[in-house]
């Protein structure tokens, strides 16, 4: 293999709330072999399975994912796997195998539903806060997180804004915004750190 190439699990999750117990409705990953110096990123494999929800389901998480019953009923088709991702979430794991570096955008929220720990990690939207700059307005904040969407505007990437919120979707469009970040200076520095650098662990912007 390329000495600048590094195969990366991007990855997403849409779920029945914002807190750790809530349930994963949807997971999406998507397996690459990133070469830094040619900045070009191919797709190897692509992974996708949808849960229903342990608990009720939250019509606040709903009205945003689209994930109730019937449409996750559709979406599962006529595969077989288990109902929960709770006894499912091997599976992801064994998709990603031995691969150790992880993207997703608010990476934090995403992790926080897997029950192993993640090996290197990089989030595309802390890592972009200082390179868009959008003005935040929260005391003490110079700039806000930016969202999938903003991130995606900032890059002039071509988007569908009522496709956001589908797990698939996202990993596409981070993909996206990853490959931009390899066109930005600053983004670019960002991504060789995580690639290359044998003491790097996951930072706060």
């Known amino acids: 293999m390329d000495l600048n190439e590094v195969e990366i699990i991007f990855f997403d999750t849409e779920t029945n709330g914002l807190k750790a117990e809530n349930s994963v409705l949807s997971i999406s990953a998507i397996k690459t072999l990133v070469n830094y110096n040619k900045k070009t990123v191919k797709i190897l494999d692509k992974y996708e399975r949808f849960y229903y929800p342990i608990e009720d389901y939250n019509p606040n998480a709903i009205s945003v994912n689209k994930l109730d019953r019937e449409n996750i009923r559709i979406k599962r088709g006529n595969r077989i796997y288990p109902k929960h991702f709770i006894d499912d ?45 959008l003005p935040s307005q929260h005391k003490g904040a110079l700039y806000k997180w930016p969202k ?3 991130t995606t505007q900032f890059y002039k990437i071509s988007s569908n804004n009522n496709k956001f919120h589908d797990s698939m979707y996202d990993v596409e469009m981070t993909i996206e915004v990853f490959k931009s970040m390899l066109d930005n200076e600053k983004g670019r520095e960002l991504i060789k750190e995580f690639l290359f650098d044998r003491d790097y662990s996951y930072k706060i912007f």
């Open 148 to 150: 999938l969407e903003e």
């Open 89 to 133: 979430q091997l599976s992801f794991f064994y998709f990603c195998g031995n691969i150790q570096h992880f993207v997703a955008h608010n990476i934090e929220f995403d992790r926080k539903f897997l029950k192993k720990k993640l090996p290197k990690q990089f989030c595309t939207m802390k890592s972009n806060t200082d390179i868009i700059k």
